[in-house]
């Protein structure tokens, strides 16, 4: 399994132990538009149509139906690779394509893998799953249970939600008989709701669940979780775990490695920090390290990644360092580690993923890929284990190194895969094999192309921030770029929550953006720019890039972005007529920012499922699971700083805003559509022209649930910022 580097689970400082959560409450400014917030409303889902109609009408011309074939052809294409995961002896893979839009779940051997038309045996159709249910249900995965016999997987827990959204229905699936076990007859099926399934054994599950009346916290996840047998409700079900209210999620998971077998839960206290216990003798025994180190386990070892300095035994390791130590050791008391990674100026780590007998890093240099192989049998005398790199990362692209199956006793414990990709190089896949000699692999799977790669570069640049601090930044153009300030340019950015941007082949950008043509008047202009910033508050060089943006630091998040852009000016690249910006959720808030704190650097801005309202974000769906990020508005001192980037509250009069496209979806039930409404309800109540709003109807926080939707939603925000920075071709 691979682990990232700030952890998989949405987990931002610890809070007061006792007393009020404040001492007082920031009053709320007054909102016109909070009448907007009851998303299915009649009157309001009227408002929603109505722009809708309006957006559509003025973006679903002739050119917007060319982008939009484009783009669908390029995400059913079935040359794409199907990536597989392997259990027991088979590689499952989910498939979507013209044919299917709602997707195969599916299953083949290795050996009909490696053809090139390998023969699929499909599980579970969901076109057809939705036909007869009469449920838009959308695929989120499967969790099988390890059989104790020796026999193959025949069983899992299904994840189906029936709109996008992050709420699941689970549902106990057979293999072998390709259908859902019947409640009647026993069978395992879970309400829609958020939460975590886990098997701890052929007839109960491990469940964090907030249906049948169970607790959520205030941020709307599962605050308890249950052992569940088979036959009883989750109502009735025996009680094993419980986390206080205003924590974020609790979660409980078995881990069946044989030999290893054992119980966790974890205490998510909110995005950054966690407490974790592990089952004892019927009792909870707490893994004693800081709230804001992150751990895993395998087999024999315990694993922490720190995300401030952390000093052990009078050593102190710096905030990104990788530490190991035995599990059975550190319960005891013992605070031995071992260094596996110390970050440094250019280099951070990213993920980790173990093999049976063998550890990958996944690092960033200068937000290139670099990968280590580290082998805990041959320790040098420091204890540090012994290291090397794997020859596989070409310069200025995105290389990630996971395990095929860690636990495979067949001889493939120590496989991995490498997936390879640039923004000008399709996507590759790759199987290797680690062991005393060394490593080697061989390529598996190539993605075909879309566009005409060759005749584009990628260069990296770099601009200065406000401070001083130098933010890099990807850019992608044709080979014969002319410097003349006259370039369709569209700038990308996400700035948030440790989450790093790195090079990635984008067949749609390559249609919809790179090879893009004007015509008429301004047929001499080229084919767009794309850009991708690496800017602070996300993790391209480890934690501290993040905690440099954190709360009252957020501005320096919208600095660096504002600083890309003006060195992209400056540089002749575009001009602030031609240059726009993207952006979804945190990366929706970013460009949020650009509209009303730097206008007159855009003449676009294309906000997509977008925090926007920080005076009411903690009281719409999941939004009160980011205060560590953004900080508490209730509380008046950090509203000070809160509102200094809430763009539903920075918009003024007399200004000249870009043109603006701010698009969502109903479903969306983590960021929700709600904010997105409101400023652009605001927006337009304020005179602001060009000031235009889509709402899918489904789809969740991604704003869409199939490959039509995903079409239709990268169309509208590609083609509208054409049509504002090419001269409305």
């Known amino acids: 399994m691979t682990t990232t580097a700030a952890d998989q689970t949405p987990l931002p400082e610890e809070r007061e132990k006792s007393g009020p959560r404040h001492a007082a409450v920031a009053p709320e400014p007054t909102d016109e538009f909070v009448w907007l917030e009851d998303i299915h409303g009649e009157e309001q889902l009227a408002w929603v149509r109505e722009q809708n109609a309006r957006t559509e009408e003025l973006l679903e011309d002739a ?173 009735s079900a025996e009680q094993i775990f419980e986390i206080p209210e205003d924590h974020m999620l609790a979660m409980v998971a078995h881990d069946s490695t044989p030999g290893f077998e054992r119980t966790f839960a974890v205490d998510y206290i909110d995005f950054y920090n966690q407490r974790t216990s592990l089952l004892r003798d019927g009792a909870w025994t707490d893994i ?183 933010i890099p930044y990807f850019q992608v153009a044709s080979k014969d770029l002319v410097l003349d300030g006259q370039n369709p340019t569209q700038l990308s950015g996400y700035g948030g929550f440790e989450v790093s941007r790195t090079p990635a082949y984008s067949g749609t950008i390559g249609r919809a953006w790179l090879e893009r043509r004007t015509t008429g008047e301004d047929a001499h202009v080229r084919g767009g720019v794309y850009v991708v910033a690496n800017i602070r508050g996300g993790g391209e060089y480890g934690p501290s890039w993040h905690h440099a943006a954190l709360r009252e630091n957020r501005h320096r998040a919208y600095e660096d972005f504002a600083a890309v852009a003006q060195d992209l000016i400056s540089r002749g690249v575009t001009s602030r007529k031609r240059l726009g910006c993207v952006g979804g959720s945190n990366g929706g808030l970013l460009v949020g920012n650009m509209l009303t704190q730097y206008p007159e650097l855009f003449g676009a801005i294309s906000c997509g499922v977008p925090l926007l309202d920080m005076r009411r974000y903690t009281k719409l769906s999941a939004g009160y699971s980011w205060i560590a990020e953004y900080g508490d508005p209730d509380v008046p001192g950090q509203w000070e700083f809160i509102r200094t980037f809430s763009p539903y509250h920075l918009l003024r009069d007399g200004v000249e805003y870009p043109e603006t496209f701010i698009w969502t979806a109903t479903s969306d039930d983590r960021v929700g559509p709600v904010q997105a409404r409101k400023m652009a309800a605001r927006m337009q109540a304020m005179g602001i022209p060009n000031v235009w709003f889509h709402e899918a109807l489904e789809g969740g926080h991604a704003g869409a649930s199939d490959n039509r939707q995903a079409a239709a939603l990268q169309a509208r925000s590609n083609h509208f910022l054409w049509r504002a920075l090419a001269g409305g071709e």
């Open 288 to 470: 004693d390290v800081p709230t804001d180190v992150n751990i895993s386990a395998h087999r024999e070892w315990l694993m922490f990644r720190p995300r401030h300095d952390w000093s052990v035994a009078g050593v102190q390791y710096p905030a990104g360092s990788l530490l190991a130590a035995g599990l059975e050791e550190w319960l005891a008391g013992t605070r031995d580690v071992v260094v596996l990674f110390t970050p440094e100026a250019h280099t951070s780590l990213q993920s980790w993923s173990w093999t049976r007998d063998y550890l990958l890093l996944n690092l960033l240099r200068d937000v290139s890929s670099e990968i280590r192989v580290l082998d805990p049998s041959k320790p040098d005398e420091s204890g540090s284990w012994a290291w090397s790199t794997l020859d596989a990362c070409p310069p200025l692209h995105d290389v990630n190194a996971y395990a095929v199956d860690d636990e495979d006793e067949s001889g493939a414990g120590n496989d991995y895969w490498l997936v390879a990709t640039g923004f000008t190089t399709p996507t590759t896949l790759t199987r290797g094999s680690l062991g005393p000699a060394g490593s080697h692999h061989e390529e598996v799977k190539r993605s075909p192309s879309f566009f005409n790669e060759a005749g584009y570069e990628v260069q990296q640049h770099f601009a200065v921030s406000a401070d001083g601090t130098r």
């Open 63 to 235: 050119g917007y139906a060319a982008v939009e074939a484009g783009i669908l052809e390029v995400l059913d294409s079935t040359d794409r690779i199907a990536m597989v995961n392997k259990r027991g002896d088979f590689y499952y893979n989910f498939w979507k394509d013209r044919e299917h839009p709602k997707g195969l779940w599916r299953r083949t051997t290795w050996e009909s893998y490696l053809s090139d038309s390998p023969d699929w045996d499909v599980l579970l159709d969901m076109d057809a799953l939705a036909a007869s249910e009469g449920i838009e249900w959308v695929f989120h995965g499967a969790g099988f249970l390890r059989p104790s016999d020796g026999s193959d997987y025949r069983l899992a827990m299904v994840s189906l939600s029936p709109d996008g959204g992050d709420a699941n229905r689970y549902r106990e699936f057979d293999l072998a008989t390709r259908t859902f076990v019947d409640p009647a007859d026993g069978g395992f099926d879970l309400p829609t709701a958020k939460g975590h399934v886990s098997w701890l054994d052929a007839d109960t599950l491990l469940v964090s669940s907030t249906a049948d009346g169970l607790a959520a916290t205030s941020s709307s996840y599962a605050r308890t979780a249950v052992k569940l047998r088979r036959g009883e409700s989750l109502a």
